[in-house]
Antibody, heavy 115, light 112 residues
Framework: QVQLVQSGSELKKPGASVKVSCKSS????????LNWVRQAPGQGLEWMGW????????TYAQGFTGRFVFSLDTSVSTAYLQISSLKADDTAVYYC????????WGQGTLVTVSS | DIVMTQSPDSLAVSLGERATINCKSS????????????LAWYQQKPGQPPKLLIY???TRESGVPDRFSGSGSGTDFTLTISSLQAEDVAVYYC????????FGQGTKVEIK
C-alpha cells in the first residue's frame, strides 16, 4: 500500500537549520510530484511548493524562497525539506503529499523553533 | 496566483442535517482542453493529516461515503454533506490544482 513516512519531531533554536525527510513506498516514486505543505499552530494549510521527482526540479511558492530547499534521493524514494536560518514563526507541522490532487499524505513533522 | 476563498469560516449543523460549504476561486479552474475543473476538497480532523474527499470538483475518492458530494464549475464550487454524522466534525479545505496549488482558508464544521 502507498505510504509516505516522515521523520520525527524537531526542536531547534532560532538561526539553526532542520532537514525533514519523507520516505515513499508502495508506488513508483518518480511517477508523482511530491509536495510540501505547512500548517502553523491553529492555522490552515499552506502549499510550500513541489519537487519533480523525475528531474529533481523544485518549484517554490511565494513566501518559500531563499531559506527553503527541496531535494530528493531517488535511490531510497525519499524527499527532503531543508529550512535554514530558522525563526520562531517557522514553528509548524510540515507535511509531504503526493501528486495533485494530494491523494496520500505523510503523517506530518512538527518543527518547533524556540530559544 | 489563484486565491481560494471559502464561506462560511465555520458552521454548526444538527446531526442528520445538511451542511454546505462554498469555495470561490479568483479565476476559473476549468481547463478547456479536457473540460475538467481542477478543484479538490479535503477533510482534516484534529491531529491528523488532511484526507482527500473529492477531486475534479465532483469525483469522490475511493472509500469516501456518498453523503459527501461536490458540485460547481469555473470559479464557484460547493461541498455538501447531505446528512451530517458525528464523525464528520472536522475542518474542510478546498484546493485548486489548475495553476500550482492553493488552499482555501478552511471551514470548521461542528455539531449544533
Amino acid at each position: 500500500q502507498v505510504q509516505l513516512v516522515q521523520s520525527g519531531s524537531e526542536l531547534k533554536k532560532p538561526g539553526a537549520s532542520v532537514k525533514v525527510s519523507c520516505k515513499s513506498s508502495g508506488y513508483s516514486f518518480t511517477s508523482y510530484t511530491l509536495n510540501w505543505v505547512r500548517q502553523a499552530p491553529g492555522q490552515g494549510l499552506e502549499w510550500m511548493g513541489w519537487i519533480n521527482t523525475n528531474t529533481g526540479n523544485p518549484t517554490y511558492a511565494q513566501g518559500f524562497t531563499g531559506r527553503f530547499v527541496f531535494s530528493l534521493d531517488t535511490s531510497v524514494s525519499t524527499a527532503y525539506l531543508q529550512i535554514s536560518s530558522l525563526k520562531a514563526d517557522d514553528t509548524a507541522v510540515y507535511y509531504c503529499a503526493r501528486g495533485g490532487p494530494f491523494d496520500y499524505w505523510g503523517q506530518g513533522t512538527l518543527v518547533t523553533v524556540s530559544s | 496566483d489563484i486565491v481560494m476563498t471559502q464561506s462560511p469560516d465555520s458552521l454548526a449543523v444538527s446531526l442528520g442535517e445538511r451542511a454546505t460549504i462554498n469555495c470561490k476561486s479568483s479565476q476559473s479552474v476549468l481547463y478547456s482542453s479536457d473540460n475538467n475543473n481542477y478543484l479538490a476538497w479535503y477533510q482534516q480532523k484534529p491531529g491528523q493529516p488532511p484526507k482527500l474527499l473529492i477531486y475534479w470538483a465532483s469525483t469522490r475518492e475511493s472509500g469516501v461515503p456518498d453523503r459527501f458530494s461536490g458540485s460547481g464549475s469555473g470559479t464557484d464550487f460547493t461541498l455538501t454533506i447531505s446528512s451530517l454524522q458525528a464523525e464528520d466534525v472536522a475542518v474542510y479545505y478546498c484546493q485548486q490544482y489548475y495553476s500550482t496549488r492553493t488552499f482555501g482558508q478552511g471551514t470548521k464544521v461542528e455539531i449544533k
